[in-house]
RNA sequence: GCCUCGGUGAUGAAACCGGUAAACAUACAGCACUUAAAAUGCUGCGGGCAAAACCCUUGUGGGUUCGACUCCCACCCGAGGCACCA
């Protein structure tokens, strides 16, 4: 008979509910702090993908509370953002209603798939309650100058009507509607996050985190280390510094080049003998998009300045200036030493416009192949003094000989920017600043904090570089709390990520009026010992809530250098086509349809059973109907041993062997295997008579896994107390050890036999018994036994000639 | 181009530290139960053969080893990330 899975869910749900079963306590040690991303409350409600990620970390909660641990298991909503707001300028519903909306919905399905929360603890980043911090932590940050205004030539979406940061922009497009981005000058907000480059690159280290993820940061902070030699502007005063990795080939340095943007073009503007080619030349590149200039990677253009001349520092001699877009203002200098011999884009624009070509390096043995750059290290040739050395000490050794002369410094340079913080959008946190005509920008007093959002009745962005904000004239217009004259509050709005770069700190103390958290409960819980959620935030959250928090330890507000001590990346759940879920490919399955028809322990243990955790696998609705076979095995197996006092030998064994698995593998957070091996122990013992002994033993087990049922057949078997209290069961090694194994006889390293056993005999006695087989025999007569192997406990390779 | 993962039956996959490749499931086929279907149970299920014996098989080619999915070298393919960063 098929277990009641409706009648059996919902009672225990609400028995742990009335119990606070999951409430975590103050102080009580030893604390688990184990975290999902907390979820955006989209209208749709969450689809079975986001709940491969909450599964697992509730396995692995509900294990550490049975191990002994305090743990803390929250959930929350990061509300604010672009779809709400969108939502609300097609229908005029107030995303306030709507996100309230959402956030029950899915709620509600989290409960009905049993997890297990704290719901006491519950955040939502849209209450004033808490964007009172997001805002306080900004104060902060401009307190120390790390939260700065300034004019930028912005990322901008023309769809959104938004800047966005250099994270948001994936391929020349906005990461959020894939609409190509524009560059536009706009005042904006921006956060120092640069200051923190060498910290947030080294702390790196020590984090038990994905490789890749790790790898993918690295890269995104990109650290690099050279030499910036300064060029002298002949017959001029200025001079212009470039900065290389290569110092080792400034002796091939035949040209410099500018980025269309370098300050010094304008200082140089009446040497200029060719101005109007080279305006032409800046107009163009100014008004490039993003996305051309990634498409013109491979046809580089440019403009020489004609009339300027250069002095290369390490040989003296004259050289031509040009200006080309394929020197990037923001980096470095923004002016680079073309070393055409020995770097492919400097070859390919010498290539272009005929410039000179001069190698000064080769490899260490062979010749240099002159159809393109050679970039490697080597050895130096015409290169003065340092012909000879090899690149790595010609760098060492060509810098240190300018630093002497103040010609060189040695540096390094970053490839983070400075994160772009302000939205000229509706829905998010206000930043909390004053723009007064006399004192400038002045910060709200953090008494006066929140600074509430308006609640307002027009959403749509205005496309001036001004947030649906700036329309409001009552409560733009203020007086300055400095002067109390006129003053105007700031419009924008601070960007999705603002809310999620702390929101793991509130969960610890989230009722505090007083404080961001309390400091003695902060120590206590801090860090998060795991932290579960997709890759696809590697650089954008994952970075940014990292910055937060190394601000707040400089600050003493919080006690450990980094957030995430542990963190596991899930894999995608793709719809069974093997395509990704979406609303617009109609391809969604929700969690909900999937309980009612197969249960929550059913659906529970699909996600986990469906293969490696990291990995991206499609839905199966015949994988959840083999589950819900398995669980309907383990209820009429319980059902039927329930009367039962012992258990065979050979089950205790089985029972421990599992117990060792399934222990083992949870640590090493692999979900599918332990599943696999349950289904394995009841076929095992299916048709044996089990005693109560090994049917709790495995209950208990189980129960992380699928809690509901469970705890019913727990209950069924006469315990009076949850199951949920028990103690996470030892395994005895001892009981594992099987009396008989199967010999497995190699010959030459291939199997050819196989042999019943008893356990634990000699090499010896095993030799004997292995001799005696027919099918050795015949495989080694007439043959000389050159080895003869023996790998404890069964496998025997005999090598024969 | 660079970085990081991957590549095992029809499918999702398993295999600890180098030791029986394909556990566990799904799909499929057959059988039982049923008037019938669903559900359930049983059997089979990598390939060369219908079968035993035997041989082959973890992207390809080579190497190390008594023994390689696992280690090393070269290459091919796929996914994700970065991408004119000097």
């Known amino acids: 008979m098929a277990y009641q899975f409706k009648e059996i869910e919902k009672k225990w749900q609400e028995r742990w509910e009335k119990d606070g079963a999951f409430k975590t306590k103050e102080f009580s040690s030893p604390k688990f702090y184990v975290l999902d991303m907390f979820p955006y409350p989209s209208g749709l409600g969450l689809h079975v993908g986001h709940f491969k990620g909450y599964v697992a970390t509730d396995i692995v909660a509900r294990l550490k509370r049975m191990q002994g641990f305090n743990v803390l298991h929250p959930m929350g909503w990061d509300a604010f953002g672009l779809p709400a707001e969108n939502y609300a300028i097609k229908t005029g519903i107030h995303p306030e209603i709507t996100t309230e909306k959402n956030v029950d919905n899915i709620r509600n399905q989290m409960k009905i798939a049993g997890l297990s929360y704290d719901w006491s603890r519950e955040i939502n980043t849209t209450e004033p309650d808490y964007y009172k911090w997001t805002q306080w932590i900004f104060l902060q940050l401009f307190k120390k100058g790390l939260a700065y205004k300034k004019i930028l030539p912005i990322n901008w979406c023309p769809s959104c009507k938004t800047g966005l940061a250099n994270e948001e922009v994936i391929d020349g497009k906005c990461e959020r509607c894939g609409t190509e981005t524009t560059k536009k000058d706009i005042e904006q907000w921006v956060l120092k996050i640069t200051d923190y480059a060498e910290r947030l690159l080294d702390d790196l280290e020590g984090l038990d985190w994905p490789e890749k993820i790790k790898e993918m940061q690295r890269n995104w902070i990109g650290r690099s280390e050279g030499w910036e030699p300064v060029f002298k502007i002949k017959d001029s005063l200025f001079d212009i510094p470039v900065f290389t990795t290569r110092a080792d080939t400034l002796f091939g340095c ?49 403009v020489e300045l004609r009339g300027v001349k250069v002095v290369n520092p ?12 394929y020197v990037l203002g923001h980096y470095g200098t923004g002016a680079v030493m073309a070393v055409p011999a020995h770097d492919q884009r400097d070859f390919e624009f010498a290539k272009k416009y005929n410039l000179e070509i001069v190698w000064t390096v080769k490899p260490e043995q062979g010749e240099i192949d002159k159809s393109k750059a050679f970039v490697e290290d080597g050895v130096l040739f015409d290169s003065g003094e340092f012909s000879g050395l090899g690149s790595d000490e010609a760098r060492k050794k ?20 400075d994160w772009i913080f302000s939205r000229q959008r509706y829905w998010g946190e206000p930043i909390p600043i004053i723009n007064c005509e006399k004192c400038g920008t002045v910060p709200l007093k953090e008494e006066d904090l929140p600074l509430k959002l308006p609640h307002i009745e027009k ?81 954008l959250h994952l970075l940014y809530a990292r910055f937060w928090h190394k601000f707040l330890f400089d600050l003493k507000h919080v006690s450990t250098k980094e957030p995430f001590s542990k963190l596991r990346n899930v894999g995608f759940v793709l719809a069974p086509d093997g395509q990704k879920m979406s609303k617009s490919k109609g391809n969604v399955i929700a969690p909900d349809e999937i309980i009612e028809k197969y249960g929550a322990d059913a659906f529970r243990i699909y996600e986990m059973f469906m293969g490696p955790f990291g990995e991206a696998i499609g839905w199966s609705e015949n994988g959840v109907k083999g ?24 089950l205790i064994a089985e029972i421990n062997k599992l117990n060792k698995r399934v222990s083992e593998d949870l640590e090493k957070m692999k979900f599918n295997t332990p599943i696999a091996f349950f289904m394995e122990f009841l076929n095992f013992a299916e048709e044996k008579q089990a005693g109560k002994d090994v049917l709790e033993r495995m209950l208990v087990l189980l129960s992380p896994f699928t809690p509901h049922i469970c705890e019913e057949l727990w209950e069924i078997l006469g315990n009076k107390e949850s199951i949920l209290k028990q103690k996470w069961p030892e395994y005895d090694k001892n009981l594992i050890k099987e009396e008989r194994i199967e010999l497995v006889v190699q010959i030459n390293g291939k199997v050819k036999d196989k042999i019943e056993a008893k356990n634990g005999l000699s090499e010896e006695e095993i030799k004997e018994i292995v001799f005696q087989s027919e099918k050795v025999k015949k495989w080694t007569e007439g043959r000389e036994v050159v080895r003869f192997l023996f790998v404890p406990p069964s496998l025997i390779n005999i090598v024969v000639k």
């Open 314 to 325: 390490i040989n003296n001699k004259e050289i031509p200036v040009f200006v080309a877009d």
């Open 627 to 650: 589950v819900y076979k398995f669980l309907n095995r383990v209820w009429n197996f319980s059902i039927k041993n329930k009367d039962n006092k012992e258990s065979p030998k050979e």
């Open 254 to 302: 035949t040209y410099l080049v500018l980025a269309p943007e370098h300050p010094i073009i304008k200082d140089l503007e009446i040497d200029i003998e060719n101005p109007d080619e080279v305006s032409l030349y800046l107009e163009k590149a100014g008004i490039k998009s993003e996305r051309e200039r990634i498409s013109e990677v491979k046809d580089k253009t440019g």
């Open 459 to 539: 959403y749509q962005p205005t496309g001036t570089g001004e947030s649906p904000l700036a329309a409001i004239e009552e409560w733009v217009n203020v007086e300055c709390p400095k002067c109390k004259g006129k003053a105007r509050r700031e419009t924008n709005t601070m960007p999705q990520w603002a809310g999620s770069s702390w929101y793991y700190l509130r969960f610890i103390d989230p009722d505090n009026q007083k404080e961001l958290v309390d400091k003695k409960k902060e120590e206590f819980f801090m860090p998060v010992d795991l932290y579960v959620g997709g890759a696809d935030h590697a650089v």
């Open 398 to 417: 060509i810098g240190e000989y300018l630093s002497k002369q103040n010609l060189a410094e040695k540096k390094v340079y970053y490839k983070l920017r």
